[in-house]
C-alpha cells in the first residue's frame, strides 16, 4: 500500500518566526522568566527593523548567548602589553593575553607585569614564566617553594594544639 503524501495546505513552522508584540519586550528582563520569547541564537541580534535576527559582523561584533539584544556587542581590543590569543568572531569575543616575558599576576590581573630574570642565590627555576604566571623559584637544597607553596601537591605539614 503506497503511503499517502503531505497535504499541500501543511506549511512548514518558519525557523525564526517572530510575532511584532515580542519585540519591543524589555531586553534586560530575565530570560528565565521568559520561556516563550523568541530568542536569536548567539552570532545573531534582534533587528526590529526587519521583525527578526540579524547577523553579527565577523571581527567587529559579536553575541555569545541566545538574545534579544538590539545590537552586537563591540569585539574586546586588546590593551598594551597584551597580544590576542584567538580573534573576535560573530559568537565569541576576542581573548588576550600578555605578551611574551610578562605575565598577568592574581594580585594584580588588570595589567601585565613583568617577569623576573631569574632567581635569588641558592634558589634553582622550577618553573619558567608564562602569559599567567611568574617563574617559580626553589631552594636548592630543601627544595621548597620560596613563596612558601609545597612542591608536591598533598605535602601539608598539620599542626596539632
Given at each position: 500500500?503506497?503511503?499517502?503524501?503531505l497535504s499541500?495546505?501543511?506549511?512548514?513552522?518558519?525557523?525564526?518566526?517572530?510575532?511584532?508584540?515580542?519585540?519591543?519586550?524589555?531586553?534586560?528582563?530575565?530570560?528565565?522568566?521568559?520561556?516563550?520569547?523568541?530568542?536569536?541564537?548567539?552570532?545573531?541580534?534582534?533587528?526590529?527593523?526587519?521583525?527578526?535576527?540579524?547577523?553579527?559582523?565577523?571581527?567587529?561584533?559579536?553575541?555569545?548567548?541566545?538574545?534579544?539584544?538590539?545590537?552586537?556587542?563591540?569585539?574586546?581590543?586588546?590593551?598594551?602589553?597584551?597580544?590576542?590569543?584567538?580573534?573576535?568572531?560573530?559568537?565569541?569575543?576576542?581573548?588576550?593575553?600578555?605578551?611574551?616575558?610578562?605575565?598577568?599576576?592574581?594580585?594584580?590581573?588588570?595589567?601585565?607585569?613583568?617577569?623576573?630574570?631569574?632567581?635569588?642565590?641558592?634558589?634553582?627555576?622550577?618553573?619558567?614564566?608564562?602569559?599567567?604566571?611568574?617563574?617559580?623559584?626553589?631552594d636548592q637544597?630543601?627544595?621548597?617553594?620560596?613563596?612558601?607553596?609545597?612542591?608536591?601537591?598533598?605535602?601539608?605539614?598539620?599542626?596539632?594544639?
Amino acid at each position: 500500500m503506497p503511503v499517502p503524501a503531505l497535504s499541500p495546505w501543511v506549511k512548514p513552522a518558519s525557523a525564526m518566526s517572530v510575532r511584532k508584540d515580542e519585540i519591543h519586550q524589555q531586553s534586560s528582563a530575565p530570560l528565565e522568566r521568559s520561556p516563550q520569547q523568541n530568542l536569536c541564537p548567539p552570532g545573531f541580534y534582534m533587528e526590529e527593523a526587519i521583525g527578526g535576527c540579524a547577523p553579527c559582523t565577523d571581527g567587529i561584533d559579536y553575541t555569545s548567548h541566545s538574545n534579544t539584544l538590539p545590537s552586537c556587542l563591540p569585539c574586546t581590543t586588546c590593551k598594551s602589553g597584551e597580544e590576542e590569543k584567538n580573534g573576535c568572531t560573530p559568537t565569541k569575543d576576542t581573548e588576550c593575553q600578555c605578551k611574551p616575558g610578562t605575565f598577568r599576576g592574581e594580585d594584580a590581573p588588570e595589567f601585565c607585569q613583568k617577569c623576573s630574570t631569574g632567581c635569588p642565590d641558592g634558589k634553582v627555576m622550577v618553573m619558567k614564566c608564562t602569559p599567567w604566571s611568574n617563574i617559580k623559584c626553589v631552594d636548592q637544597e630543601s627544595s621548597t617553594l620560596t613563596h612558601g607553596e609545597a612542591p608536591v601537591p598533598g605535602e601539608l605539614a598539620t599542626m596539632s594544639q
